[in-house]
Nanobody, 126 residues
Framework: QVHIVQSGGGLVQPGGSLRLSCAASSAASGFTLEKYAIGWFRQAPGKEREGISC??????EYAYSVQGRFTISADNSNNMVFLQMNSLKPEDTAVYYC?????????????????WGQGTLVTVSS
């Protein structure tokens, strides 16, 4: 079992930046997030949850809508994952989720992820 706690988010003006963080932990001996696929997903009002950026043993993926503006990174020594979001747009408004998948080659798809953070609201508005 992996426990994920998110931080960051809030209200930002269009064109602004935010950084989301998540910290993963587990009671399992020798736990390291490096063995998992990790990702960020978001769910906008009235829409389905979508994968926006993921890191797996197969590489790093970005959704077309965030490519060039968002950057995913990981601090494996501290079991943390980050999402740097720049040039934010009103359409980026959503609840953002950090997730981990036991299968290290998981695609950036909701149904492939096993453990989820609590979600954090990002609102882009003037």
């Amino acid at each position: 079992q992996v426990h994920i706690v998110q931080s960051g988010g809030g209200l930002v003006q269009p064109g602004g930046s935010l950084r989301l963080s998540c910290a993963a932990s587990s009671a399992a001996s020798g736990f390291t997030l490096e063995k998992y696929a990790i990702g960020w997903f978001r769910q906008a009002p009235g829409k389905e949850r979508e994968g926006i950026s993921c890191i797996s043993k197969g590489g790093t993926e970005y959704a077309y809508s965030v490519q060039g503006r968002f950057t995913i990174s990981a601090d494996n020594s501290n079991n943390m994952v980050f999402l740097q979001m720049n040039s934010l747009k009103p359409e980026d408004t959503a609840v953002y989720y950090c997730a981990a998948a036991q299968y290290p080659f998981a695609r950036c798809a909701e149904d492939e992820y096993d453990y989820w953070g609590q979600g954090t609201l990002v609102t882009v508005s003037s």
